[in-house]
């Protein structure tokens, strides 16, 4: 490691993050920027793999993906996506990939079971968001930790939607109780103003390239830990803070899922913090009838709405959301 060629933004920013971490994450960790969630996962799925090499066992590469999951559209991310559409029509991007139903615990029990000599880690969103927000059930995420470690498999998080607060606590890790060994982050960390991603490294993977002989761990990009990302990413840190607006999230919870559940013409209504899906009929027309009413929202998993609002909306501004959904749907 050599601190000389990091800006101190850089620095900064690295430490503020470590200073809100999940279970297992302190300021001792490591940080590894990129300019954007795909090339965090991207960066996360190589460093794991590199990992197990580092280790001698070369033979742990595969990685478990679930359905519906979406990693970005890097080589890594697109192959790792369990959205069938972004694969379709570009053939083996990353070898050696597995993919699991998303919430089915027995699915990669299974799996483990039958190849763990050979998987290197399992990925997976605290809560799928692009392919149609789906919460976990109750107790996978602590389920799905416990099975990694029963068969050495590296559990890596892609908190780019939920990082930083968008579930009321600072990472979904937190929110459901799990201490993964690689996580990465984007969006978030900036509120999206300024491009900036990365990955957090706990220390067993930092072991062998901190303390071991595996040697430089050679992957990096040009804009990776860029000085004005950085500065923003302290600007947007430090307000998020001062603001509260992670209690804020937290204290909204409860009122964005009744308010969005109210919604008699919904199929179905699933959320976590502040990010929901509201299954539909007709869900494009849906939407272009909710941008004539001044709401922006897009559709998600085929049939849903996927609704994110900044974290600084207050209970009357989801009133007013909540009754143009129900107008647009009704329209």
């Given at each position: 490691?050599?601190?000389?060629?990091?800006?101190?933004?850089?620095l900064?920013?690295?430490f503020?993050?470590?200073?809100?971490?999940p279970?297992?994450?302190?300021?001792t960790?490591?940080?590894?920027?990129?300019?954007?969630?795909?090339d965090?996962?991207?960066?996360?799925v190589?460093?794991?793999?590199?990992?197990?090499?580092?280790v001698g066992?070369?033979?742990?590469?595969?990685?478990?993906?679930?359905?519906?999951?979406?990693?970005?559209?890097?080589?890594?991310g697109?192959?790792?996506?369990?959205?069938?559409?972004?694969r379709?029509?570009?053939?083996?991007?990353?070898p050696?990939?597995?993919?699991?139903?998303?919430?089915?615990?027995?699915a990669?029990?299974?799996?483990?079971?039958?190849?763990?000599?050979?998987?290197?880690?399992?990925i997976?969103?605290?809560?799928i968001?692009?392919?149609?927000?789906?919460p976990?059930?109750?107790g996978y995420?602590?389920?799905?930790e416990r099975?990694?470690?029963?068969?050495?498999?590296?559990?890596?998080?892609?908190?780019?939607?939920?990082?930083?607060?968008?579930?009321?606590?600072?990472?979904?890790?937190?929110?459901?109780?799990?201490?993964?060994?690689?996580?990465?982050?984007?969006?978030?960390?900036?509120?999206?103003?300024?491009?900036?991603?990365?990955?957090?490294?706990g220390?067993?993977?930092?072991?062998?390239?901190?303390?071991?002989?595996?040697?430089?761990?050679?992957?990096?990009?040009?804009?990776?830990?860029?000085?004005?990302a950085?500065?923003?990413?302290?600007?947007?840190?430090?307000?998020?803070?001062?603001e509260g607006?992670?209690q804020?999230?937290?204290?909204?919870?409860p009122?964005?899922?009744?308010?969005?559940?109210?919604?008699?013409?919904a199929?179905?209504?699933?959320?976590?913090g502040?990010?929901?899906?509201v299954q539909?009929e007709?869900?494009?027309?849906?939407?272009?009838?909710?941008?004539?009413?001044?709401?922006?929202?897009?559709?998600?998993?085929?049939?849903?709405?996927?609704?994110?609002?900044?974290?600084v909306?207050t209970?009357?501004?989801?009133d007013?959301?909540?009754?143009?959904?129900?107008?647009?749907?009704?329209?």
């Amino acid at each position: 490691m050599t601190w000389a060629l990091a800006t101190i933004a850089a620095l900064l920013v690295a430490f503020a993050a470590l200073s809100r971490p999940p279970p297992g994450y302190n300021i001792t960790s490591a940080v590894f920027f990129t300019t954007a969630g795909s090339d965090a996962v991207e960066s996360a799925v190589k460093l794991a793999r590199r990992y197990w090499t580092a280790v001698g066992r070369p033979e742990k590469q595969v990685v478990v993906a679930r359905e519906k999951a979406y990693h970005g559209v890097s080589g890594y991310g697109t192959s790792l996506s369990g959205i069938a559409l972004n694969r379709e029509g570009f053939g083996e991007l990353a070898p050696d990939v597995e993919h699991v139903p998303y919430g089915d615990v027995d699915a990669l029990a299974r799996l483990l079971g039958e190849r763990a000599d050979g998987v290197a880690a399992f990925i997976g969103e605290p809560v799928i968001g692009a392919g149609g927000v789906f919460p976990p059930p109750e107790g996978y995420w602590p389920a799905v930790e416990r099975l990694c470690r029963a068969h050495d498999v590296l559990l890596v998080l892609d908190e780019v939607i939920t990082g930083f607060g968008r579930l009321g606590e600072w990472f979904g890790a937190q929110y459901y109780g799990v201490e993964p060994d690689l996580f990465t982050f984007a969006k978030g960390i900036t509120s999206g103003y300024v491009p900036l991603g990365g990955v957090v490294v706990g220390q067993r993977v930092q072991e062998p390239f901190w303390h071991g002989d595996a040697g430089m761990f050679r992957h990096g990009y040009t804009y990776s830990g860029h000085a004005t990302a950085c500065a923003v990413a302290l600007a947007n840190l430090e307000i998020l803070e001062r603001e509260g607006l992670v209690q804020h999230v937290k204290e909204l919870e409860p009122v964005f899922a009744k308010k969005l559940r109210s919604l008699e013409r919904a199929v179905e209504v699933r959320s976590a913090g502040l990010v929901a899906g509201v299954q539909v009929e007709e869900v494009e027309r849906v939407i272009v009838r909710l941008r004539e009413l001044g709401v922006l929202t897009r559709a998600v998993g085929g049939n849903s709405l996927q609704i994110c609002p900044p974290f600084v909306i207050t209970e009357g501004e989801i009133d007013l959301l909540v009754e143009r959904i129900a107008a647009a749907i009704a329209a």
